[in-house]
């Protein structure tokens, strides 16, 4: 996921918001004895795929991405899927895996599951273990990429795999698509999503998930079904320099300074939507205190002042009622005793659904309120796009799938404060949801980061939850 920081994200993968909402929840407790049961043989499948996955060095400029892809098509080749509905295009300096499960009605449109192939990079020297080769230790799988986003690619895979082992009749297509450059440029992407922008709907691999208290308790599943636009806007100051002995009014850096200041006090207008009200109706019964009396007012009244501004005060839920935008980076002047004659700095912005990306950089033209700070965007990969509805059947389906392995759980409808392969489905007017089946702790979430891991006793549920989630929608 490249606009996400996972430290503060969703599971996962991992909307960002469920982790504070965990942090103020109690667990439900734990799962039912009776959860489905997984052949021991297709999770051990799973697990090797998993490894082998890891295996592959899928970072931008690496030249793996074919290659991983190609093994995973041999894998479905290997459970009955004909080389023919099975295509590994090369795009840009990545490639795109799509396969095509066949249903028995053609008329009806496809359903498409959706990930991506490749990692961000890591560096051997920085980790404990090699970053590329797959460690099994205390019930972990160590590697990149081993959260994000091979282990949900890989329980996809196992279960598709099995289904047509089985010989499943799906009523309408399924569609599997991943994406080579979700990380980076997101060029794959977009051409997956035009490719298929008259699927029915998309289930991503790469977003929602379940979170676990750190003992090992069910706490609460978030289902994405929207994530905030992302943008990064480059603030410019250029003045002619010179010594440094011979200072004038005029300095870039304290110009740059001081609208960077101007715009780190100013709040967007506060918004909501039909997600993030699901979002605060569903985390309230688990919450206490002024963040709960906050959220009572919120959805009494969306547009309660102080309700607003309590939960504008805290990280956790800021994302989920007006666009933010923050100091990234900053770069000014080139010698210690000349006068600055450039100043930049990077503000990145998680804009509100609806909230058009140039009226945001206009705003911040204007709240820079200087001339000479040139205000330019500069984002890459990303697109705005709308909302998915919260559709019956899929929040039938996902809870379907996650109350056989966690009774009674709460589903929470999520925003994403980052941005996945979806907003891109989204943009074509393609209902997207984040439906991952990995269930983790906030204290083991590291993708992007040293030392990525995920639990082996996952797997089995996101086995169950996969298959459970295909047969629902695609029947």
Known sequence: ?????????????????????????????????????????????????????????????????????????SVLVQAGYAPGDITVEPVANTATLVARYKGSDSKLKPIVVIGHMDVVEAKREDWKRDPFTPVLENGYVFGRGSADNKFDVSMIVATLAKLKRDGWKPKRDVILAFSGDEETQMVSTRKLAEQFKGAELALNGDA?????????????????????????????????????SRPGKINAINQLAAA??????????????????????????????????????????????????????????IGQVRTTCVSTMINGGHATNALPQKAEANINCRIFPGTPV????????????????????????????????????????????????????????????????????????????????????????????????????????ALAHWNSLLKDLAR
Request: charged share 20%.
């Open 1 to 73: 996921m490249r606009f996400e920081v996972k430290s503060s994200s969703l599971l996962k993968k991992y909307v960002s918001t469920l982790i504070g909402c965990a942090a103020m929840s109690v667990a439900v407790g734990a799962a039912a004895s009776g959860k489905p049961a997984v052949d021991p043989a297709l999770h051990d499948q799973a697990l090797e795929i998993l490894q082998k996955s890891i295996a592959f060095r899928t970072v931008d400029g690496a030249g793996q991405v074919p290659a991983y892809a190609e093994y995973l098509k």
């Open 208 to 244: 929602g998930g379940g979170l676990l208290s750190e003992e090992g308790k069910p706490v609460v599943y978030g289902l994405q079904a929207g994530e905030k636009t992302y943008a990064d806007f480059k603030l410019t100051v250029t003045n002619p320099g010179g010594h440094s």
């Open 260 to 317: 960077l200041d101007r715009i780190g006090k100013y709040q967007f207008p506060a918004r909501h939507n039909e997600l993030t009200m699901a979002y605060f109706r569903e985390s309230l019964p688990k919450l206490s205190g002024p963040t709960a009396d906050a959220i009572k007012r919120y959805l009494a009244n969306p547009e309660d002042a102080q309700a607003i501004a309590t939960l504008s005060d805290d990280p956790s839920y």
């Open 358 to 461: 140039a009226e945001v950089q206009k705003t911040l033209a204007e709240i820079a309120a200087d001339p000479a700070v040139k205000v330019t965007q500069v984002t890459t990969g990303s697109v705005a796009s709308d909302a998915s509805p919260l559709r019956k059947d899929v929040m039938a389906a996902v809870t379907k799938a996650v109350h056989a392995n966690y009774p009674g759980l709460s589903i929470v409808p999520s925003m994403s404060a980052g941005a996945t392969d979806s907003m891109h489905f989204r943009a074509h007017g393609v209902p997207s949801y984040g439906v991952s089946g990995l269930f983790m702790k906030d204290s083991d979430e590291f993708s992007h980061g040293l030392d990525e891991r995920v639990p082996v006793s996952s797997i089995d549920g």
